[in-house]
């Protein structure tokens, strides 16, 4: 079962209780440290993303995460509507999944 992982956006805008088993995307953290106040708040993300690397729990997306992400993009600019995108991400999904640790 894949674990839950919240948007920079979300973060940001609710500054939810991290549930147990949660996941970060390298990206998020990416936004979270360019976007910090100061340099605390640098050094306190960096000591979230050692903990998530060597919890296992740290999303890094492949060349073929970021290759399929646009393709659903252009998709949807292009007004071809969520067919190509749930598709794209049900292969996405179904590549990653074998891939993710099972959590309790």
Known sequence: MAGVCYDTSVLISYRPALPVGH???????????AGARDAESVKNWERT???YESDG????PTSEDWWLAG??????????????????????????????????
Request: proline letters at 2%; a positive charge; hydrophobic letters at 35%.
């Open 71 to 104: 393709k659903v993009l252009n998709s949807l600019q292009r007004g071809r509507g969520h067919r190509d995108g749930r598709v794209a991400f049900r292969q996405c999904r179904r590549q990653r999944s074998s891939a993710l640790p099972e959590t309790s």
């Open 49 to 51: 993303r050692k903990l």
């Open 57 to 60: 729990r740290l999303l890094v």
């Open 23 to 33: 996941r970060i995307s390298v990206v998020v953290l990416m936004e979270m440290t």
